[in-house]
């Protein structure tokens, strides 16, 4: 049998496939803008553009880094006041995994900034910020397992297959820049439960988080080999063809359309996604100001992660999110607290205080928003060798850039075990981050089996944080 050439079929059959890929192209522009990465207006008026989730991976001890308590000391080695016993374990049994002991941090306190706020001496570098952020000190989770607690803090479910933060927000806003993803993963080690934590899930496919690779190029595979190189677009409008008179006879089929965007994206990242990665094209000022060429490997790795987060958000990538850890343990400091917040506040501090910084001095911090939040907090009681269980009942997160208003909100008790002061459940942080840029948290859904599903739940369920907008 004689095969014709590649011209030789599109000769003789352009006609047919150019009705085709009009009618493909013609029900892209009738699908709902939601549906496609193409960038659309807010709903409401926008304080952000753009999101930077910084993901602190197995759970900080925040009463050891900003929710400074004097107590802990008076109360250090001694049993956890009666009081504070009243409560029970909904979530998860904090009082029968630890000692009946508090047990205080060695570290040094100090108020910094106009407000004053304390910041302990784990963390310098971001203390000269401190003007800036909005500490939320009274987060609950409903989990205290990690896999649960992460996907609800990414996804807004305690069970995986719930479409993530970034989806909807892209889902809702698409993305400036066709070149690139619109919702970017910069991790060495991801959240615990995998890649559920930024799935699209029921979403249009072009909303899932596509991991970038932080050493070498982005994307592996993504430069054509020299001999393909002439011919490439040309292949790639034949597949695209032959894939949309597939799709054209399976109207309504969300895994076709995102194949089809899937191969258009990949085509036009390779011009795009390649920069992204030449961080050593920024200012020897600019790397030393993250920490890249420091002899500490770990601070050296986040502050690349967040220096191309930066690069990232300035092509118009909407959603970034980086994850810290470098081995699967993170902040998750079960023995040994004192080492484990010591090792990774000297991972993260410099390189935070630095994209706060480099977003401030570019322009860019006023209408990006930059999150800082691990899944739960940790327990104020000793576990095993000077350790901290898991502590869903309070914890804090920071919030500052795209519209926030710095200051703190919340409490918890003396000793930092439970929000006791404007208690924020996970799904009033979503809803404040979705409010920010511009969308209304009960209009933003998707029918999915019969079923308005919403990042934020039953419509009304959830509140703004009070006082976190300004």
Same mark, same amino acid.
């Given at each position: 049998?004689?095969?014709?050439?590649?011209?030789?079929?599109?000769?003789?059959?352009?006609?047919?496939?150019?009705?085709?890929?009009?009618?493909?192209?013609?029900?892209?522009?009738?699908?709902?803008?939601?549906?496609?990465?193409?960038?659309?207006?807010?709903?409401?008026?926008?304080?952000?553009?753009?999101?930077?989730?910084?993901?602190?991976?197995?759970?900080?001890?925040?009463?050891?880094?900003?929710?400074?308590?004097?107590?802990?000391?008076?109360?250090?080695?001694?049993?956890?006041?009666?009081?504070?016993?009243?409560?029970?374990?909904?979530?998860?049994?904090?009082?029968?995994?630890?000692?009946?002991?508090?047990?205080?941090? *060695?570290?040094?306190?100090?108020?910094?900034?106009?407000? =004053?706020?304390? /910041?302990?001496? %784990?963390? @310098?570098? +971001? $203390?000269?910020?401190?003007?800036?952020?909005?500490?939320?000190?009274?987060?609950?989770?409903?989990?205290?397992?990690?896999?649960?607690?992460?996907?609800?803090?990414?996804?807004?479910?305690?069970?995986?297959?719930?479409?993530?933060?970034?989806?909807?927000?892209?889902?809702?806003?698409?993305?400036?820049?066709?070149?690139?993803?619109?919702?970017?993963?910069?991790?060495?080690?991801?959240?615990?439960?995998?890649?559920?934590?930024?799935?699209?899930?029921?979403?249009?496919? *072009?909303?899932?988080?596509?991991?970038?690779?932080?050493? =070498?190029?982005? /994307?592996?595979? %993504?430069? @054509?080999? +020299? $001999?393909?190189?002439?011919?490439?677009?040309?292949?790639?409008?034949?597949?695209?063809?032959?894939?949309?008179?597939?799709?054209?006879?399976?109207?309504?089929?969300?895994?076709?359309?995102?194949?089809?965007?899937?191969?258009?994206?990949?085509?036009?990242?390779?011009?795009?996604?390649?920069?992204?990665?030449?961080?050593?094209?920024?200012?020897?000022?600019?790397?030393?100001?993250?920490?890249?060429?420091?002899?500490?490997?770990?601070?050296?790795?986040?502050?690349?992660?967040?220096?191309?987060?930066?690069?990232?958000?300035?092509? =118009?990538?909407?959603?970034?999110?980086?994850?810290?850890?470098?081995?699967?343990?993170?902040?998750?400091?079960?023995?040994?607290?004192?080492?484990?917040?010591?090792?990774?506040?000297?991972?993260?501090?410099?390189?935070?205080?630095?994209?706060?910084?480099?977003?401030?001095?570019?322009?860019?911090?006023?209408?990006?928003?930059?999150?800082?939040?691990?899944?739960?907090?940790?327990?104020?009681?000793?576990?095993?060798?000077?350790?901290?269980?898991?502590?869903?009942?309070?914890?804090?997160?920071?919030?500052?850039?795209?519209?926030?208003?710095?200051?703190?909100?919340?409490?918890?008790?003396?000793? =930092?075990?439970?929000?006791?002061?404007?208690?924020?459940?996970?799904?009033?942080?979503?809803?404040?981050?979705?409010?920010?840029?511009?969308?209304?948290?009960?209009?933003?859904?998707?029918?999915?089996?019969?079923?308005?599903?919403?990042?934020?739940?039953?419509?009304?369920?959830?509140?703004?944080?009070?006082?976190?907008?300004?």
């Amino acid at each position: 049998m004689r095969h014709p050439s590649r011209r030789q079929a599109l000769e003789s059959s352009g006609a047919g496939f150019a009705s085709v890929a009009l009618g493909a192209m013609m029900a892209a522009e009738a699908r709902p803008a939601g549906e496609s990465l193409a960038a659309s207006a807010p709903r409401l008026p926008a304080r952000a553009k753009r999101v930077i989730f910084l993901f602190q991976y197995g759970g900080p001890s925040t009463f050891d880094l900003f929710d400074y308590k004097p107590d802990l000391q008076k109360l250090d080695g001694k049993p956890v006041p009666a009081s504070l016993r009243k409560n029970p374990d909904r979530v998860g049994g904090v009082f029968s995994h630890c000692k009946d002991q508090v047990m205080a941090g *060695p570290w040094k306190w100090a108020r910094h900034g106009n407000s =004053g706020a304390w /910041v302990s001496d %784990l963390l @310098p570098r +971001t $203390a000269a910020h401190v003007d800036k952020l909005c500490q939320v000190r009274s987060m609950v989770s409903e989990s205290s397992n990690h896999a649960p607690a992460t996907y609800l803090m990414n996804t807004g479910a305690i069970l995986g297959g719930k479409p993530s933060l970034g989806s909807w927000v892209t889902y809702g806003l698409g993305t400036p820049n066709r070149n690139l993803p619109g919702f970017v993963l910069l991790f060495k080690v991801g959240g615990l439960g995998g890649s559920a934590n930024w799935s699209n899930a029921f979403l249009p496919a *072009p909303h899932q988080g596509t991991h970038f690779r932080h050493e =070498g190029p982005p /994307v592996l595979n %993504l430069e @054509p080999p +020299t $001999a393909m190189a002439a011919s490439q677009r040309d292949t790639i409008d034949l597949i695209q063809q032959l894939n949309a008179r597939h799709s054209s006879a399976r109207p309504g089929s969300a895994e076709l359309e995102g194949r089809i965007a899937s191969y258009e994206l990949a085509y036009r990242m390779q011009s795009e996604a390649l920069d992204v990665g030449e961080v050593s094209r920024e200012t020897m000022a600019t790397q030393a100001a993250y920490g890249l060429h420091d002899a500490n490997k770990d601070k050296a790795l986040y502050g690349r992660m967040l220096l191309q987060g930066r690069r990232l958000l300035e092509k =118009g990538v909407r959603f970034v999110q980086v994850y810290n850890a470098v081995d699967k343990l993170g902040w998750d400091a079960h023995d040994n607290n004192e080492d484990y917040h010591r090792r990774n506040c000297a991972q993260v501090d410099q390189p935070t205080a630095a994209l706060l910084a480099d977003l401030e001095q570019r322009g860019m911090l006023d209408d990006t928003l930059v999150v800082w939040a691990g899944e739960f907090g940790r327990t104020p009681m000793m576990q095993g060798n000077k350790g901290r269980n898991h502590n869903p009942y309070g914890f804090t997160i920071w919030m500052a850039g795209g519209g926030v208003r710095p200051g703190i909100i919340g409490s918890t008790d003396e000793i =930092g075990l439970r929000a006791i002061g404007d208690v924020q459940p996970v799904k009033n942080l979503h809803a404040t981050i979705l409010t920010a840029l511009g969308l209304n948290p009960d209009e933003l859904q998707f029918e999915f089996n019969g079923r308005q599903e919403r990042l934020t739940g039953v419509a009304q369920s959830w509140k703004l944080i009070p006082g976190a907008l300004a």
